[in-house]
């Protein structure tokens, strides 16, 4: 089958190339999936970089990129049923801990891995179910129902930001959403009821001005930036739920004011997700699917040998919604 891998760290036009491999036979409880569309995220094309600390060369002698994707089970291994073959499905850590991933013609994956795609979900919007889907699903509903609360999405206008944006207001939230200006018009649409640009020097100020009671629950893309101010608008027993800190990694943590608001800080890293809390994430964002109130956008689709183009697009500042490969 026809794959896009790399052997070695590097530029992703000098290390991504085209790889004919041969498809594994399926063991047990696996399925063979024929893929539609791989998702590529912002942490396939760091770690393809090098740019995970304390790792210095590839896990494994050749890595087949990405953790997202859709496609058909064509072929089950034993234990399996038969029955599963023609399912359309959605694909979660397709590269987690494993070195071939969806960048391909085919994997060969767990079933626990798969997700059947509700009946009118497209390939496309399957494809991004995975990691943005469950980050903003678990970041939304970490805590449970969020109807009459207060929340703020931070980087409203991204691949995670703007699905938690639509979950959050199908839950019943007044929502608080920060990002570039360019993106202020589509994060509107996407259901927030007020934005503000994150590049503003008095943003707590205008945030407590909509909410002057206080945040119940923050959505934070770049946790290492944003700490020093966040906790001013949090309310008392609220929580921040932090997915990223990409351009400030190791922040010095303001303690004492964190810990006399009681804020929770909730770390969440979705490839570990517990099971449970996975099924939760995933009942909510079918469901807000079902319902027509949750649309994922894509921003821009590559050909398979193009792949090189997907990383680099996936660290383009500006970037709105979730970048696929069409197998």
């Not at 969020?146 to 929502?175: D, E, F, M, N, P």
Request: net charge positive.
């Amino acid at each position: 089958m026809k794959a896009i891998g790399y052997e070695k760290f590097g530029l992703a036009a000098k290390v991504l190339k085209v790889q004919e491999i041969e498809l594994q036979k399926p063991g047990r409880q696996e399925v063979v999936i024929k893929l539609k569309y791989s998702g590529v995220n912002p942490s396939d094309a760091k770690a393809r970089a090098g740019n995970r600390p304390g790792v210095s060369k590839p896990e494994y002698d050749l890595v087949i990129p990405h953790s997202d994707g859709s496609g058909v089970i064509k072929e089950v291994g034993s234990g399996l049923d038969q029955s599963l073959i023609g399912k359309r499905v959605w694909v979660r850590n397709g590269q987690w801990k494993r070195p071939y991933g969806t960048a391909a013609e085919y994997i060969t994956i767990p079933l626990e891995n798969t997700i059947e795609m509700p009946s009118k979900m497209t390939f496309q919007e399957g494809a991004t179910m995975g990691i943005p889907g469950l980050t903003a699903a678990h970041g939304v509903f970490g805590s449970g129902e969020v109807i009459g609360q207060t929340l703020l999405i931070s980087g409203g206008g991204g691949a995670v930001g703007h699905l938690a944006v639509q979950l959050a207001k199908w839950g019943g939230a007044k929502v608080i959403a920060t990002g570039s200006k360019n993106s202020a018009r589509s994060i509107l649409k996407y259901g927030a009821d007020y934005f503000f640009d994150y590049a503003s020097d008095n943003l707590p100020t205008q945030i407590s001005k909509i909410a002057p009671e206080g945040v119940d629950r923050v959505i934070e893309v770049e946790f290492g930036l944003n700490l020093n101010w966040i906790h001013q608008i949090l309310k008392p027993n609220s929580t921040l739920a932090v997915y990223g800190s990409a351009k400030e990694m190791n922040p010095l943590i303001p303690f004492g004011l964190y810990l006399f608001k009681a804020i929770k800080i909730d770390f969440f890293l979705i490839y570990i997700l517990p099971s449970k809390e996975r099924e939760i994430a995933i009942n909510y964002m079918h469901s807000a699917y079902e319902q027509k109130a949750l649309v994922p956008k894509i921003d821009s689709i590559f050909k398979l040998e193009a792949c090189y183009q997907a990383h680099d697009r996936t660290l383009t500042k500006g970037r709105e919604g979730a970048v696929l490969l069409e197998i």
